[in-house]
């Protein structure tokens, strides 16, 4: 599966911005898909999956604040609102195209990624 993110771009706090993720390849009934990011200096992490269901989870930092959502051609969309500085950071696309029901905020589950858009959270 190729995945494609667009969307990133610097606002201030409390800003909003859309992120996007265009896939092609996945034809299977049963995927997980999510959003992942990566902090300067930091490890890479969960922010939001979704499943073919739709089942979605979200990391505690940005429940209330981040939407994540699909369409259906499997376009990927995180709606982020409220943004904060240590939302900053690089926002991978993945998916695994297989086991569905098993959908977490773990990247090791995910198989595909995208090559990332940048987020930067600044006043």
């Known amino acids: 599966v190729q995945l494609a993110e667009s969307g990133g771009g610097s606002v201030q706090p409390g800003g909003s911005l859309r992120l996007s993720c265009e896939t092609s390849?996945?034809?299977?009934?049963?995927?997980?898909m999510g959003w992942f990011r990566q902090a300067p200096g930091k490890e890479r992490e969960g922010v939001a999956v979704i499943n073919h269901v739709p089942w979605t989870e979200y990391a505690d930092s940005v429940k209330d604040r981040f939407t994540i959502s699909k369409d259906d051609k499997n376009s990927l969309f995180l709606q982020m609102n409220n943004l904060k500085p240590e939302d900053t950071g690089m926002y991978y696309c993945?998916?695994?195209?297989?086991?569905?029901?098993?959908?977490?905020?773990?990247?090791?589950?995910?198989?595909?990624w995208g090559k990332g858009t940048l987020v930067t959270i600044s006043s």
């Open positions: 390849g996945l034809t299977t009934s049963s995927y997980c």
């Open positions: 993945a998916v695994r195209d297989y086991g569905g029901a098993f959908c977490g905020l773990l990247d090791s589950g995910m198989e595909d």
